[in-house]
């Protein structure tokens, strides 16, 4: 089960679990013979087969296809690939070293707003000195499901007897006002919330809901609005 | 033309065109673009674990193989259900008409991961909605099986949303969670504006 830092309104924090409690899919593919068939990922072409290698490599290529097979290297083609890893290449296929990366923004009708170095952003919900928080902004639930769009949700679990405690009080109190906490990533607790390095930045929001001695407590995390859009 | 939904409610008949909602339609979009020390523009492609070769994009095909390592064709696959039975073909619901009637609490609706979600420009059919949401099996194309659908009114408008359910059990002192060592292990393209609604 990951991890989540999470403080409370009193600014009690504890370090708890959350999980995505997927279903299993229904139905599944099977072969004629009922086999259950592997996923895999093979090598379809090289680098010194593609179009624009073989119109450098070779003068008359229509000759050369109809002659021989330039474009299949029959040593690699069909290879099993596994463990990839990623790297840039230059217009020649050269491996390319010290590159930059840079964000270019459009506006929805495609135009160029302008650019800006492309930054990594760094998971935010597990540190150790700076956990995430309520903001003390709530919503009435039957608001946000028609403001949001939640992506993602995930379970909260408690670890020991006290986070049952910090959890089963942070689940009653949104119950009992029927409302959704918005939670805060970062040094002042404002910003959205990026479970893994490299991930997507998402608001997020707990939802509580209890039963007896029992709580439910759910993070739900969006990155769209409920806003109209145009069908064109 | 594109195609349309019809709805019933109360007697009445209803019908509009859904149109996706996609972040780029309401944030605009961004490009990374990768260039080397001398300015020229860079592709992304791969390298073999022994570092030996050098994958362009595009040249990675996925596939399926059978227990002997053959080749298999998504086309000879069937699909079969958990007691071994071929499922029955569900149809598109752009063929027929979507009645509703059934009524979800909010915490019925937030129990789902959604795959997609539609606006429908229905203004007659906001004010009969009102603050209920209205819940039905729904397949875009017809398949195997049925996605969640729910249709609410927010903004003046309808938004059909579709996905599937998830379950988030009641859970009490006994059911405690074991937390994992520290591993980020999925990772996003972090190519997506800044998200800033507040």
């Known amino acids: 089960m990951r991890t989540i830092h999470l403080a409370n309104e009193k600014k009690r924090d504890a370090q708890i679990g959350f999980e995505q409690n997927r279903r299993k899919e229904p139905f599944r593919s099977v072969t004629a013979a009922g086999q259950t068939p592997v996923s895999c990922r093979l090598l379809k072409s090289t680098l010194q087969t593609a179009p624009e290698m073989l119109l450098r490599k070779i003068g008359n290529l229509e000759d050369a296809l109809t002659r021989d097979d330039p474009e299949i290297d029959m040593e690699q083609v069909g290879r099993k690939l596994e463990d990839l890893q990623k790297i840039y290449i230059d217009e020649t296929g050269a491996p390319a070293h010290s590159v930059t990366r840079t964000e270019h923004l459009y506006a929805i009708d495609g135009t160029e707003k302008g650019c800006r170095p492309a930054a990594a952003s760094q998971a935010n919900i597990a540190m150790e000195t700076q956990p995430v928080r309520w903001t003390g902004k709530t919503f009435p639930k039957d608001q946000a499901l028609r403001r949001f769009v939640f992506i993602r949700s995930y379970q909260l679990r408690h670890v020991n ?33 990026v479970l893994s390095n490299n991930g997507t930045p998402y608001r997020a929001f707990l939802e509580g809901r209890v039963r007896e001695n029992q709580y439910v407590l759910i993070m739900h995390l969006t990155n769209l609005e409920l806003k109209e859009v145009s069908d064109e | ?22 972040r780029e339609k309401i944030y605009g979009r961004s490009e990374i673009v990768t260039t080397d020390r001398d300015g020229r523009v860079c592709v992304s492609a791969s390298l073999d674990p022994e570092g030996t070769l050098i994958i362009p994009p595009g040249a990675v095909k996925p596939g399926l193989l059978d227990d002997s390592g053959n080749w298999i064709e998504k086309s000879a696959l069937r699909m079969i259900d958990e007691n071994g039975q071929e499922p029955t073909a569900v149809p598109s619901s752009f063929d027929g008409e979507i009645i509703l009637t059934q009524k979800v609490s909010p915490e019925g609706f937030l129990d789902h991961i959604w795959k997609s979600v539609y606006q429908l420009d229905i203004p007659d059919l906001v004010p009969l909605i009102g603050k209920d949401i209205y819940a039905f099996p729904f397949s875009y194309r017809g398949g195997f099986s049925a996605d969640d659908g729910f249709l609410l009114a927010a903004n003046g408008k309808c938004w059909l949303f579709t996905g599937e359910p998830v379950d988030f059990p009641f859970i009490g002192i006994a059911e405690e969670g074991v937390l994992d060592d520290p591993d980020p292990e999925e990772t996003d393209a972090a190519d997506d504006l800044d998200f800033d609604m507040m």
Do not use: H, R
């Open chain 2, 1 to 22: 033309m594109q195609k349309e939904l019809k709805f019933t409610l109360s007697g009445k008949s209803f019908s509009g065109s859904p149109v996706k909602l996609e």
């Open chain 1, 161 to 193: 007897g006290l986070t049952f405690d910090f959890l089963f009080e942070m689940a009653k109190k949104l119950s009992d006002s029927d409302s959704m906490m918005l939670l805060g990533g970062g040094e002042k607790g404002n910003e959205p919330l």
